[in-house]
């Protein structure tokens, strides 16, 4: 198994296009770019609210549930041309089958959404997290313009 770099979500701050996310393990953090939908859906469950109605990660984990699984882990495996790719890692186990692993190919933001949902950890493989720029000196010049919202904490 690569090495992975622990990793939480520190801000989410919109832009034109969608939704900046930041990641950061306490001393450096990365930043992607979301569907602004998917952002908000996030910064939701951030925040602690619960919909009136299941939405669509809420109801996949509610599947996954039904069906004995749970999240695991979310792992970002590789970025190729600024586009970033991460596997969704389940354990599921019930009366009709013995434990099972499985990993998904997904994209980050629907596996972040679901990690915040359901506590998971998130990581990012080692050599991946050392190739990327540091971003936390961006991120605080942004939240001392007062850009951000759903600070989820520190960089």
């Known amino acids: 198994m690569a090495s992975l770099v622990r990793v939480e979500p520190v801000a989410l701050l919109p832009t ?10 306490g001393t450096k953090a990365i930043v992607f770019y979301i569907d602004p939908a998917v952002g908000a859906s996030i910064n939701a469950s951030m ?8 939405m669509t ?9 039904s069906l004995g699984a749970e999240v695991r ?4 495996v590789s970025v190729e041309e600024d586009i970033y790719y991460a596997r969704l890692i389940f354990e599921a186990q ?21 990690a915040v949902r359901c506590g998971a950890p998130v990581f990012v493989v ?5 190739a ?11 939240r001392e313009k007062g850009l951000g919202f759903g600070d989820g904490g520190e960089a």
């Open 16 to 25: 034109q296009a969608g939704c900046a996310v930041f990641l950061g393990d």
């Open 47 to 54: 925040a602690g609210q619960i919909p009136p109605r299941p």
């Open 57 to 65: 990660h809420d109801l996949f984990l509610l599947a996954l549930e």
């Open 73 to 76: 882990r979310v792992v970002i």
């Open 94 to 114: 019930n009366e009709i089958m013995e434990r099972k692993i499985v990993e998904l190919d997904a994209r980050p933001s629907d596996c972040l959404a679901l």
């Open 126 to 130: 080692r050599e991946v997290w050392d």
């Open 132 to 142: 990327l720029p540091d971003m936390a000196g961006v991120l605080e010049e942004m």
